[in-house]
């Protein structure tokens, strides 16, 4: 199998130069693995510089050959407006709550949407059926929607490195950008993120944004079913841990503290950005001296500063206040044989970080905000007698609560932290950090990498099952076989008539009354609408065609040219007062709701409520009913936007087999809820079954909505008006 890795940035720079850290170092031990297994690996990614046209031909042939990789090509001024712009002034500090940063543009979007479409053609080049497509972060979240809509059997995995944010700070977005963005990322598979909290951050947006609802994480959009889940990114451990215990490594860690003279080291390492909250930490270093004079000319911090984004004004101005910051702490505490913190503005080599690593005392990992952050991991297994400070905004707080958790907005904190860690006991570091990096040993990037592609393979088996049963409203395979008689069920709400705001407003068309009318004619043709509507809103609507009508799932029947309903069970409800006043609590308590009385059964309907709200509400709703539901003569069944309490022996199954007139005639069946299903279950297994809809079904096939219902009625008309003629003919 060929894995395409997708990712913004190549893992070599323009001209072949290897990118030091990043996503291809962190790959670079499951890609090693995958090529062992003879799969084959290409990388398509921006080169990072704008290649003249007539010279990308033969620079592609060359980076396939010589790297294994496959550019994108964009022009310096699409670029600078798609990286510079969309994505590192709008979602970099918009997704890490720096609201204040963000700047909110139609031009920068649109070029975020050009940007995404180069990548998929480009990716449409060089795709074969059998690929597994990965697609990485935030700068390409329109992709797998793009790629979905071009290979609807596509294999495909996305995954966001940095945090998801809550629903509050996401819809900072203007609308049309923020659909955008969760309908594009619903196009994958699998959509996987650092932590649970993004995850359930991601649901709930789709939840407020969209109104799309996911089942255990599983959502159903366009025909389609995507999994959101968290897979904690780990590190090779092996590969720090084996190193670490070298004797090169050994030789080094001893050179540094020779010329540390045996001082507790400190370490911070580092991308220059507002987001890793380096200033904030130098502070709390001064307060720690401040407070702790004894420590004084006992421990050094280390400071590593990767240099990011130099050219950005924005980021010079920081860069000269830490600058500023260090200058002043080491006048203010520095003595002629001590300075209290070393400044390194450059990338260290993994050959020269594990050292530190092993060398260090206490390690500050303290951003704002961190999606996961790697190099938290990196130090646990590299040392042994080390303690992590660790701010509890990073996602790897989440898998490591045994380190010295902090609020990286706390000064005083902080300065504690580092305290508490300098001064901790070897026996409690070693306590705390075995069993931290025995975590990590377990979620390595290694293992990572194969649940996200076990995942994604296991999600689009089941999207293929999924699909499968997804059909066309013209199929001949939805056509009866012959002249013979034929009976049709169709349920209302969702399979003839769209959902509508208020119940009484969901009325067919003058299209589909007429295409009903003319099928009545039919003599072959019975039709049943089997609904949980009432006795009187069906007669309204069907006051005038020989159907047979069932009210309020099966309670009651009226048959064809009757006027009369007849009861399909009897029952006084006992319960139904008490559950009532229940219900109606409900809709005090969630505006926007309601509660709707029929004779066997009541209704609540959260349809107009704030999404988030009336789903919460109806989960307790469901909780609490289901605890008495027990020998209390009715009960609980969700739908689509509502909960319905109804009679015990009510039920469309039931019903349906009532009114056949024998079981071996041709059946058809359309409905598009969990009511549905009882249908389905009980007609014999020659009916045809159909589901409205995305949620899961034991139906033989799916219709995408109520027009294909309406496309399938008009095509039964022309098949049967064709046999009519055929048999007058002869």
Not at 136 to 151: A, N
Not at 192 to 207: A, D, E, P
Not at 224 to 251: R, W
Not at 492 to 514: I, W
Request: proline share 5%.
């Amino acid at each position: 199998m060929r894995l395409i890795l997708v990712s913004n940035r190549l893992p070599v720079q323009w001209d072949g130069t290897p990118n030091v850290g990043g996503l291809a170092t962190g790959l670079s031990s499951f890609l090693s693995h995958w090529k062992s297994l003879g799969n084959e690996v290409v990388w398509v990614g921006w080169p990072g510089k704008s290649i003249p046209e007539k010279e990308q031909r033969n620079y592609s042939k060359k980076m396939l050959e010589e790297h294994g990789t496959i550019p994108v090509f964009l022009k310096q001024k699409l670029a600078d407006s798609f990286y510079n712009g969309f994505c590192n002034k709008t979602i970099w500090p918009l997704f890490h709550y720096f609201t204040a940063n963000c700047e909110f543009s139609d031009l920068t979007f649109a070029s975020y949407e050009e940007a995404n479409q180069e990548f998929a053609k480009a990716i449409k080049e060089i795709y074969q059926p059998g690929d597994w497509v990965w697609v990485h972060d935030y700068h390409l979240f329109l992709l797998p929607g793009i790629l979905r809509s071009e290979f609807p059997n596509i294999l495909l995995s996305f995954f966001l490195h940095i945090p998801f944010p809550t629903f509050e700070v996401f819809r900072l977005l203007p609308e049309r950008i923020r659909s955008k963005i969760l309908e594009g990322v619903l196009g994958a598979d699998l959509i996987g993120f650092h932590t649970q909290s993004y995850t359930q951050y991601f649901l709930r947006s789709l939840l407020r944004c969209l109104g799309i609802e996911n089942e255990r994480g599983i959502i159903y959009f366009q025909n389609h079913l995507t999994k959101a889940a968290a897979f904690p990114m780990g590190i090779n451990v092996e590969q720090f841990s084996k190193y670490a215990n070298s004797d090169e490594c050994e030789t080094i860690a001893n050179q540094i503290n020779v010329n540390h003279k045996n001082l507790k080291q400190i370490l911070s390492v580092d991308r220059l950005d507002y987001t890793k909250g380096v200033l904030q930490r130098l502070n709390a270093f001064e307060l720690f001296l401040k407070n702790n004079p004894q420590w004084i000319k006992k421990c050094k911090l280390v400071l590593v500063l990767v240099p990011s984004r130099t050219d950005v004004s924005s980021y010079q101005s920081m860069k000269r206040a830490i600058d500023e910051k260090i200058g002043a702490i080491n006048g203010s505490f520095g003595t002629l044989d001590w300075t209290p913190i070393l400044y390194q503005y450059k990338g260290f080599p993994f050959e020269e970080l594990v050292p530190l690593y092993k060398n260090t005392h206490v390690m500050l990992v303290t951003p704002f905000r961190d999606g996961m952050n790697l190099v938290a991991k990196e130090f646990l297994v590299s040392q042994k007698n080390g303690m992590l400070v660790l701010s509890e905004m990073a996602g790897a707080s989440a898998e490591l609560p045994e380190a010295i958790l902090v609020n990286p907005n706390d000064l005083s904190g902080m300065a504690d932290a580092i305290k508490e860690a300098i001064e901790m006991e070897e026996s409690e570091i070693n306590i705390r950090n075995q069993v931290m990096v025995s975590r990590l040993k377990e979620n390595s990037v290694m293992e990572w990498a194969k649940k996200i592609f076990n995942e994604t393979e296991e999600t689009a088996n089941q999207n293929l099952n999924f699909q499968t049963k997804s059909i066309p409203p013209h199929s001949d395979s939805l056509l009866p076989k012959s002249n013979s008689p034929i009976f049709i069920l169709f349920d209302y709400d969702g399979t003839l008539v769209p959902f509508q705001s208020f119940p009484h407003l969901a009325v067919p068309s003058k299209e589909l009354v007429n295409s009903l009318t003319q099928l009545s004619k039919f003599s072959n043709v019975s039709v049943a609408i089997i609904s949980g509507r009432d006795r009187k809103f069906l007669e309204s609507i069907f006051f005038d065609m020989p159907f047979h009508l069932v009210a309020e799932h099966g309670a009651w029947h009226r048959a064809p040219n009757q006027t009369e309903w007849q009861a399909l069970f009897f029952s006084n409800a006992e319960w139904k007062k008490e559950i009532k006043s229940h219900l109606e609590e409900f809709s005090k308590r969630v505006p926007g709701s309601f509660t709707e009385e029929k004779e066997f059964s009541l209704v609540w309907h959260f349809r107009n409520a704030d999404p988030d709200i009336g789903l919460n509400a109806a989960r307790e709703m469901l909780d609490e009913l289901s605890q008495i539901s027990s020998n209390s003569g009715f009960f609980v069944q969700r739908g689509n936007k509502i909960i319905e309490v109804r009679e015990y022996g009510t039920g469309k199954g039931k019903a349906a087999l009532k009114i056949l007139p024998n079981t071996s005639i041709q059946t058809f069946v359309f409905g598009d809820d969990t009511t549905d299903e009882d249908m389905f279950r009980e007609l014999p297994d020659h009916a045809i079954s159909v589901k409205i809809g995305k949620s899961e079904t034991i139906a033989k096939f799916r219709f995408q909505s109520t027009d294909d219902v309406h496309l399938w009625i008009q095509n039964l008309i022309k098949h049967l008006t064709k046999v009519h003629n055929d048999v007058t003919q002869i």
